[in-house]
């Protein structure tokens, strides 16, 4: 199926089989619907914030300028775009005296949605300043139109959240959104030039979906993420919808006579349901600026949640050993928080490293793994050789002082800067650094506090702003690191890094603790450390899985709950058995990292068992459930054998009751099901099951198995995906002898469960081995046995 494209007097049009796009040209006005008309928007407009420079926190100063008549149209049946092959149509539309814009809008044959690129030009005799640019700009009058199928009080306006850290939340009209209190703390959570939140004012940042769970809405996200910060508004007021923007914030000097200036690349989709709308757009952003996203997730270990800045050479040596005797497959041992003099002075170590880092490294690699370590590469405590020496790499406000970008009281003085990457000295620093540190043998680098490299404030070079200084750093990194090192990104502006990292961290710090309610009132927002902060963005953010990068949900802490021992801060726990279980399931269906953080001598054989069932991480990227609450809570996983693993979570403070619904999961026919957490299976007729109540902070983990009249593995003990990674090859003989192919890296032990074709019992085997098996299972004559070939 091809574009159609049409052209009168009036509009011009790009329609697939799923979506239809009108421009009008007098005046211009944009008009995206799906085929049946029933889901879209109407005459949304594009404009530009002029005549001012954009203010941190605020709402873009200046005169707003939309679109008024286009003037010429160009329109091409099939071009290359970054998204592929598609047709385009691109016009020049008069905006105000002294500058015009241009607009294209491109659509592939298959595409659920348009790409919208937008330039302006300073045509006029004299420079101009540009504080925004407006590529979407949806008003409630005249005959504007919002088509959102269901109940308008229903709907739920996604706010993704800046960094890694912030929360990312589904909103409900009329509920007042969090936002950090005050500017120290907007400068670390919030994008600099996005205006506050409040009542009836929602923001989302880089991208958003609208409408009602479940059903039919709008994805809406910039595809590129070059030089600008990008976010979208949302404006109503008594249940009614009188505002949806989508801005670019632009940074730097005036326009020149004669220049121009383009936004980011906007994506404007069509989301059935409305859940699939952050996948949507993801995998355009993706692919746009080339995520790096590689084929297999990582596994390890990581100091941080159990020694913070405590950490010493020999903590790291013995979880080392200890990982040895776990014949678990691991690939990265990373060192945190703690090892460094001060922050800066990166290659200084800190008092409990006396032999510096190499040696450990060199143990690390020895051991087959990568060797990974931490660092905030943007950041420098005033008391750092780096910051005392290169007062002049430092990021300054507009008082011409070095910016106080954060304030951390589990370090020396708290207070830190941020480093201008802009400047050269800065960016040949940052190589060298990370070609020093690879030369000492990491390989895994886990970048934190990256939001700083990208905050507001006066720089080296005028030109750049905040996103162009941020990427160049990271380039810098790269560059000097050389080819093969993972980076994670952490507490990163996430728009701005896709395509930067292997991998990056999704959500809040985990912690030992389920809450963390005194931290989120002094912040304002949901980013203090516990499990519940970190998991809701894993369902919230999900679907960014192998679309921009592998998730990382951050780690999983498996020790049993105990007070934390005298001097040592990080030792205890306060989650209970279940919430410890939540946790773990929930990392592992986020289908990325598994990194875990517990002094591993300290485990219960449960909690080393819990670990020996992350390793290896499922890799796939699961589908949310319905957004019916703050988040999904639900993940579904689908695999190649036709099986599925779903989680549902109830990260509320009141008993749920939960269902299994197997045709909202895509599975028509009879199944089976296996109960993970209980290992054993569960009654199921093909249709919905009641499974009761599910307490406060708990989870069901099911999988979900095709009956097919043929003899399959229906669950294992050996990992959590309980059959699904596990199983090569299932076949049953005649005379009633099941031969069962098992493969998994590792030392495993446990059980299997077979389901043979017409017996309602499963036949159960106790295995152990390592790495594979073959196991002959004599099972009895069964009704319909299968001839194995
Ligand atoms: C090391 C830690 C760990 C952790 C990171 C990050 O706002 N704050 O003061 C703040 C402090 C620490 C923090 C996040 C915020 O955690 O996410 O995994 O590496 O740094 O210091």
Request: hydrophobic share 45%; aromatic share 6%; glycine share 10%.
């Amino acid at each position: 199926m091809a574009v159609t494209l049409r052209r009168d007097d009036s509009s011009v049009s790009l329609a697939n089989e799923r979506v239809r796009v009108r421009l009008d040209l007098v005046p211009c006005r944009l008009a995206v619907l799906d085929a049946s008309g029933e889901v879209g928007f109407a005459g949304a407009r594009v404009g530009a914030c002029v005549d001012a420079r954009p203010q941190p926190d605020a709402e873009l100063a200046g005169t707003r300028v939309v679109a008024s008549l286009v003037r010429d149209l160009a329109c091409e049946d099939e071009v290359d775009t970054p998204l592929g092959r598609a047709a385009r149509v691109r016009a020049r539309v008069a905006l105000a005296a002294g500058l015009e814009l241009s607009l294209a809008l491109e659509l592939g044959s298959d595409w659920p949605g348009v790409a919208l690129a937008l330039e302006l030009a300073n045509t006029g005799p004299s420079p101009r300043e540009i504080a925004g640019l407006e590529p979407f700009l949806w008003r409630g009058d005249g005959s504007a139109r919002l088509a959102l199928p269901g109940d308008p009080r229903a709907l739920r306006f996604l706010a993704l959240g800046h960094q890694s850290w912030s929360p990312a939340r589904w909103l409900r009209l009329g509920e007042r959104p969090s936002a950090p209190r005050g500017k120290l703390l907007r400068r670390c959570y919030a994008s600099p030039y996005a205006p506050r939140p409040r009542r009836g004012r929602f923001v989302s940042e880089s991208a958003s979906a609208l409408g009602e769970p479940e059903r039919a809405g709008l994805a809406l996200g910039f595809l590129s993420h070059s030089r600008w910060l990008g976010w979208l508004e949302l404006l109503h007021e008594a249940g009614r919808i009188h505002e949806l923007v989508a801005r670019c914030a632009i940074e730097g000097e005036p326009l020149a006579p004669g220049a121009t200036v383009a936004s980011e690349r906007l994506w404007l989709g069509i989301a059935a349901p409305v859940e699939e709308a952050l996948g949507q757009w993801a995998e355009r952003a993706g692919r746009e600026m080339g995520a790096p996203v590689p084929a297999r997730p990582l596994g390890g270990w990581c100091s941080w949640y159990r020694f913070g800045t405590r950490v010493r050479a020999d903590d790291v040596r013995r979880n080392l050993r200890a990982l040895r005797g776990l014949g678990a497959p691991v690939d990265v041992v990373q060192i945190d928080d703690g090892f460094q003099a001060a922050n800066g002075d990166w290659l200084a170590p800190a008092a409990g490293f006396p032999d510096g880092l190499a040696p450990l490294a060199r143990e690390i690699r020895a051991e087959g793994l990568r060797a990974g370590l931490w660092l905030a590469p943007f950041l420098a405590s005033p008391r750092s050789r780096l910051a005392r020496e290169h007062l002049e790499w430092l990021l300054r406000g507009a008082d011409g002082r070095p910016l106080t970008a954060l304030w951390n009281p589990a370090w020396p003085g708290a207070r830190m800067h941020a480093l201008d990457a802009t400047h050269p000295g800065v960016e040949s620093w940052l190589e060298s650094l990370a070609r020093e540190l690879r030369a000492l043998g990491f390989d895994y680098l886990k970048l934190d506090f990256l939001f700083a490299g990208a905050l507001a404030g006066a720089r080296h070079d005028p030109r750049a702003g905040g996103v162009a200084a941020y990427r160049r750093g990271i380039a810098a990194l790269r560059r000097g690191a050389g080819p093969g090192v993972f980076l994670l990104g952490c507490g990163a502006p996430l728009g701005a890094s896709i395509g930067l990292f292997e991998a990056m961290r999704i959500g809040a710090d985990v912690a030992a603790r389920w809450t963390n309610r005194a931290f989120d009132a002094v912040v304002g927002v949901e980013a203090g450390p516990a499990a519940r902060n970190a998991l809701r963005n894993v369902f919230a953010r999900a679907p960014l899985h192998q679309r921009l990068w592998l998730n990382d949900p951050d780690c999983a802490l498996l020790r049993p709950s105990a007070p934390s021992a005298p001097g040592a801060p990080m030792s205890g726990s306060k989650l209970g058995p279940a919430e410890v279980q939540t946790l773990a399931a929930s990392i592992a269906l986020c289908g990325g990292l598994v990194i875990v953080s517990d002094e591993l001598d300290e485990l219960t054989p449960d909690g080393v068992g819990w670990l020996r069932r992350l390793l290896p991480g499922l890799r796939l990227a699961p589908r949310t459930g319905p957004a019916r609450g703050p988040v999904p809570d639900s993940l579904c996983t689908r695999f190649d054998d036709g099986s599925a693993l779903w989680l549902r979570v109830n990260l509320g403070e009141k008993p749920e009751p939960v269902e299994l619904d197997p045709r909202a999961l895509g599975f028509s026919g009879p199944l089976r099901v296996w109960d993970v957490l209980e290992a054993r299976e569960l009654a199921c007729a093909g249709g919905r099951v009641a499974l009761g109540q599910l307490a406060p902070h708990a989870a069901r983990l099911l999988r979900l198995v095709p009956d097919e009249g043929r003899a399959r593995v229906l669950g294992t003990t050996l990992h959590v995906a309980a059959g699904a990674l596990e199983t090569e090859s299932v076949a049953l003989d005649p005379a009633g002898v099941a031969r069962v192919r098992l493969r998994l890296p590792g030392s495993r032990a446990g059980e299997i469960a077979l389901a043979l074709p017409g017996e309602p019992r499963l036949a159960r085997a106790h295995v152990s081995f390592d790495d594979a098996l073959e196991l002959r299972l004599r099972v009895g004559v069964v009704d319909r046995p299968e001839i194995a070939d």
